[in-house]
């Protein structure tokens, strides 16, 4: 495993904290793994959409 803080010191999370609430603060910035998450939070009450083909590849 590698410790980022061994190369940028003890502050690099919180540096990054800074960076990632500035980013955000931008209309149209996505982050990796944003979708999904949002997706995945939404999947029990809401179901996931399976598109009409694959689903019938599945009942073959």
Do not use: N
């Not at 149209?28 to 590849?57: C, F, M, N, Q």
């Amino acid at each position: 495993m590698i410790d980022p803080s061994a190369l940028a010191g003890d502050g690099y999370f919180d540096r990054i904290e800074v960076l990632l609430a500035e980013m955000l603060k931008d209309d149209g910035v996505r982050l990796p793994g944003t979708r999904r998450e949002a997706l995945r939070r939404r999947a029990p009450s809401d179901g996931i959409d399976v598109p009409d083909a694959l689903l019938a590849s599945l009942h073959v």
